[in-house]
Nanobody, 123 residues
Framework: EVQLAESGGGLVQAGGSLRLSCAAS????????IAWFRQAPGKEREGVAC????????YIADSVKGRFTISGSNNENTVRLQMNSVKTEDTAVYYC????????????????WGQGTQVTVSS
């Protein structure tokens, strides 16, 4: 059974930092790309970052480039999203998702999803 479990969400002040974790079971980072998406109320789900074994560098969305980084630990089978210099517009539910092999753009292409973790950035 595949499970993705997000943790690390919470309330943070603008300009602060937060680190999200996605613990995967039933899939390995060697075989699956892991992405972070977010969805704010009334908005479409947005891809934030993605990491895969096959790619030379991870994907980071322009909206968070220079502030967020994604990293993976094969030993822990965990992917982390480090969020620095957060802004109020980063407020959303953050989800991790898995797809076989390579990162893809469309959220509908991801096979497995976590339950989501709320990130709220206060001004």
């Amino acid at each position: 059974e595949v499970q993705l479990a997000e943790s690390g969400g919470g309330l943070v002040q603008a300009g602060g930092s937060l680190r999200l974790s996605c613990a995967a079971s039933g899939v390995t980072l060697d075989d699956y790309a892991i992405a972070w998406f977010r969805q704010a109320p009334g908005k479409e789900r947005e891809g934030v970052a993605c990491i895969s074994h096959s790619a030379s560098r991870p994907y980071i969305a322009d909206s968070v480039k220079g502030r967020f980084t994604i990293s993976g630990s094969n030993n822990e089978n965990t992917v982390r999203l480090q969020m620095n210099s957060v802004k109020t517009e980063d407020t959303a539910v953050y989800y991790c998702a898995a797809v076989r092999h390579n990162c893809v753009h469309g959220y509908y292409e991801y096979e497995y999803w976590g339950q989501g973790t709320q990130v709220t950035v206060s001004s």
